[in-house]
């Protein structure tokens, strides 16, 4: 039922010891309604069937709730916030391929590593003189795993006597997962303030709505004193990591409180409504690069590409780069949390045991890391050192 608390589902056992009374009432209390009777076993198969309508009323009532709604019903409320979901991207890349001079093919032919990841061409080609072309690929998958390292693409799948040979001589990359629900809804709530303005959260969250713009923070300095940092009196500094730089400058200006300094080491003209020229200034994000050194214990489910499996687990709770996709992670000025990364890796199946250690420029330890609110952790895959074994 729906009241002024919200909505109460019915369960099973609640719809049929109702339905039971009914029957009572309407039949006679001495009525047999065993699960062996024919009246009893209608009764459950009603109630079953009840349960089931009741359970999707639920499900109706929760998609309109962004922390309830799921899959596409919470796509249907990104608009809200002025975001929408990333959704899975294909590898790119290119091969080289040896055959006979001459011979042509069709946009479609298909490559593949020995591990079973598939590429096809996305062009036509025609082997040079020289016995090689090289061609644009695209993986038949989406996700992470079809960025996979150069040399790795050795297998023609229908063989061709004209073809004989293919390598990639650089590593494939753009392929990523779709953003999961749990990272589309951390967005929105980033997001959500940016529909006001005049104020520091909807400044930050109309530049985290920008395209490109993966984390963005905003400090002011509200004394009547240049503050340690060297704001201004009476000013902010906008922090933004990624993004066009004239797309923040308008951003910032239509956003911004009027007559308040903008502050930082980028500075734009913008144009206002009567097309009178303003400057409006901010400072990029200073990224962290973390290095990360990963050991782990596996056991015999553990994948054959676990290794990679696992990067790309510790750049999506960090963020920053997985074969040439971006990943928002954490948010500026949020800590690196040590027991957060071990999780990350135990999401890989088969891990038995891990030991980590993280840090930057070089010093390596087994705690947090502190992370100042102008800045942004990020990582690499390739500056994540993973060592297995059984």
Same mark, same amino acid.
């Given at each position: 039922?729906?009241?002024?608390?919200?909505?109460?589902?019915?369960?099973?056992?609640?719809?049929?010891? =109702?339905?039971?009374? $009914?029957?009572?009432?309407?039949?006679?209390?001495?009525?047999?309604?065993?699960?062996?009777?024919?009246?009893?076993?209608?009764?459950?198969?009603?109630?079953?069937?009840?349960?089931?309508?009741?359970?999707?009323?639920?499900?109706?009532?929760?998609?309109?709730? $962004?922390?309830?709604?799921?899959?596409?019903?919470?796509?249907?409320?990104?608009?809200?916030?002025?975001?929408?979901?990333?959704?899975?991207?294909?590898?790119?890349?290119?091969?080289?391929?040896?055959?006979?001079?001459?011979?042509?093919?069709?946009?479609?032919?298909?490559? &593949?590593?020995?591990?079973?990841?598939?590429?096809?061409?996305?062009?036509?080609?025609?082997?040079?003189?020289?016995?090689?072309?090289?061609?644009?690929?695209?993986?038949?998958?989406?996700?992470?795993?079809?960025?996979?390292?150069?040399?790795? +693409?050795?297998?023609?799948?229908?063989?061709?006597?004209?073809?004989?040979?293919?390598?990639?001589?650089?590593?494939?990359?753009?392929?990523?997962?779709?953003?999961?629900?749990?990272?589309?809804?951390?967005?929105?709530?980033?997001?959500?303030?940016?529909?006001?303005?005049?104020?520091?959260?909807? /400044?930050?969250?109309?530049? /985290?709505?920008?395209?490109?713009?993966?984390?963005?923070?905003?400090?002011?300095?509200?004394? +009547?004193?240049?503050?340690?940092?060297?704001?201004?009196?009476?000013?902010?500094?906008?922090?933004?990591?990624?993004?066009?730089?004239?797309?923040?400058?308008?951003?910032?200006?239509?956003?911004?409180?009027?007559? +308040? =300094?903008?502050?930082?080491?980028?500075?734009?003209?913008?144009?206002? /409504?009567?097309?009178?020229?303003?400057?409006?200034?901010?400072?990029?994000?200073?990224?962290?690069? /973390?290095?990360?050194?990963?050991?782990?214990?596996?056991?015999? @489910?553990?994948?054959?590409?676990?290794?990679?499996?696992?990067?790309?687990?510790?750049?999506?709770?960090?963020?920053?780069?997985?074969?040439?996709?971006?990943?928002?992670?954490?948010?500026?000025?949020?800590?690196?949390?040590?027991?957060?990364?071990?999780?990350?890796?135990? @999401?890989?199946?088969?891990?038995?045991?891990?030991? +980590?250690?993280?840090?930057?420029?070089?010093?390596?330890?087994?705690?947090?890391?502190?992370?100042?609110?102008?800045?942004? &952790?990020?990582?690499?895959?390739?500056?994540?050192?993973?060592?297995?074994?059984?």
């Amino acid at each position: 039922m729906l009241d002024r608390t919200g909505f109460k589902r019915r369960r099973f056992q609640d719809l049929y010891d =109702e339905i039971e009374d $009914k029957a009572k009432e309407a039949f006679g209390e001495n009525i047999n309604t065993s699960e062996r009777s024919p009246l009893g076993i209608i009764l459950r198969l009603f109630a079953w069937f009840l349960a089931m309508i009741w359970g999707t009323a639920e499900d109706v009532y929760n998609s309109g709730y $962004k922390n309830t709604a799921q899959g596409n019903n919470l796509d249907r409320l990104g608009p809200y916030s002025g975001v929408t979901r990333i959704l899975e991207q294909w590898a790119t890349g290119t091969v080289t391929i040896t055959g006979t001079p001459g011979r042509t093919e069709d946009a479609g032919f298909q490559v &593949a590593t020995e591990t079973g990841i598939y590429f096809e061409t996305t062009e036509p080609f025609t082997v040079g003189a020289d016995g090689m072309a090289t061609v644009p690929v695209e993986a038949l998958e989406p996700g992470s795993n079809g960025n996979v390292a150069a040399g790795s +693409i050795t297998i023609i799948v229908n063989p061709n006597p004209d073809i004989t040979a293919v390598t990639n001589p650089e590593h494939t990359q753009g392929g990523r997962e779709k953003e999961t629900d749990d990272e589309f809804r951390d967005r929105m709530d980033q997001a959500v303030a940016g529909g006001g303005a005049a104020s520091l959260d909807a /400044l930050r969250g109309a530049l /985290l709505r920008l395209e490109n713009v993966r984390a963005a923070a905003v400090i002011e300095n509200n004394t +009547i004193q240049t503050d340690s940092a060297g704001r201004p009196a009476k000013s902010y500094q906008a922090y933004v990591l990624g993004g066009d730089d004239q797309t923040i400058a308008q951003t910032i200006f239509d956003k911004g409180a009027a007559g +308040i =300094e903008s502050h930082g080491d980028i500075a734009m003209q913008v144009m206002d /409504l009567g097309g009178y020229p303003h400057t409006v200034k901010f400072s990029r994000a200073e990224e962290v690069a /973390l290095q990360i050194e990963v050991d782990v214990t596996r056991n015999d @489910s553990y994948p054959a590409n676990g290794d990679n499996l696992i990067r790309s687990a510790l750049v999506r709770y960090v963020g920053g780069e997985d074969g040439g996709s971006y990943y928002n992670g954490l948010n500026m000025g949020a800590q690196v949390v040590y027991t957060r990364l071990i999780s990350a890796v135990y @999401s890989v199946t088969g891990v038995e045991d891990v030991d +980590i250690r993280v840090g930057t420029g070089g010093t390596m330890g087994t705690g947090n890391v502190a992370i100042e609110p102008f800045q942004v &952790a990020q990582v690499k895959a390739s500056d994540i050192e993973v060592t297995s074994h059984v």
